[in-house]
């Protein structure tokens, strides 16, 4: 650019400025100007200069994208990580499956494999530490899941079956249970093998969870409805559908820590608290849609219900949005309190044990924790684009990630 063209731009009509810095008083030739300018005005100067500028802008967007806030990388994968989970005894472990073929059992401390779980094939996309981490499920996208004793490393049990939608071990015994894509919940004794078949709608099963007093399951469907099964007997006790059910598949489910109430989540973009003794919808939750203008399918697709949970310490869920929202609602008054809002859309909310803090990981590769009581983000963490976590104890997260990694994070509050 020509400095005196812009001179006369800016300053045309000011005769006392325009003397100051007359170039020809001061008797400085285009070399003295350029470097005069030079501390001044980065962005203005010289195609050389701009290419300077460039360069500092790269390498800005570089560090931001190399931040890692994490304190471990597990990298032992080959392909995308798709599933995490920290064993609850101790707190060690954990074990993630892949699009590999592979499934590993590794020290959360340095990294080290305990074990590979070996002879999938099909990308691993379900694994999941027993109530009391002595053993670990491993299930991949063929229907072949397998179960490993921790202690001994070896292979104690495993079985083949259809498309596999989810895994979900007892809260206190060895029993495994599986849905299928054609709506079948499998319950298997480990080791032994010993069989029961929840008999699924004819739709694909979604979700599912075993409630607290470990007699009773509630199923999410394809179709809407949901089921609350008797183990035992094996039929279903109450079906919720029609309209108490939703009006899309099941994405999520939560109950609280006594079983009491079970809360769904859907692509219809709603939620719903239901009593599990009774099969009656008590509450519907959904917050404004982020294309108001869209389609009514467009609307429902963007507004999907991801993830919800309960807090344990006080009347409080969450449920999380794949459009980014974080809504926060009052359980008794069913009034939303808070709406955290994400630059992407969550892929999963867990709340601590024992506070009111609840955690998200989202698309856009970061780790949040939030004070529900305030709505307040109280920290955030990055490392690489996160496909789903696990926390334990509130102060350790695992992420999963398509980068092929697995990372730690070690989880500080100024309150600890």
Known sequence: MDYSDENAVQFHGDEEIIEVIDLNETEQNPDDLADEFEDVDVG???????EQDDWDTDDEMEQEKEQDDSELTFSKHTGSVFCVSLDPATNSLAVTGGEDDKAYVWRVSDGEVLFECTGH??????VLFSHDSSLVATGD????????KVETKQEVWSFEVG???WMEWHPCAPVLLAGMADGNVWMWKIPGGDCKTLQGPGCQSTSGKVLPDGKRAVVGYEDGNVRLWDLKQGNATHVIKGHDGHQGALTCLACNKDGSLVLTGSVDGRAKLINTAT???LGVFSVDGAK???SQEDAEETNSVESVGF????PLIAVAYLYGTLAIYDLSSQVLRHKCQHQAGIVKLQWEESSSVVSTCSLDGAVRLWDARSGTMVSEYRGHQILTFSIREASMAVTASGDHQAKVFCLQRPDR
Do not use: F, R, Y
């Not at 203005?44 to 701009?50: A, L, V």
């Open 141 to 148: 996208m063929s229907g072949l899941i397998k179960v490993w």
């Open 163 to 165: 498309d596999l939608e």
């Open 292 to 294: 108001a203008k869209a």
């Open 279 to 281: 099969g009656k919808v």
């Open 121 to 126: 094939k099909d990308s691993v996309t379900s």
């Open 44 to 50: 203005e100067t010289e195609d050389g200069d701009d």
């Open 311 to 314: 807090c344990n310490v006080l």
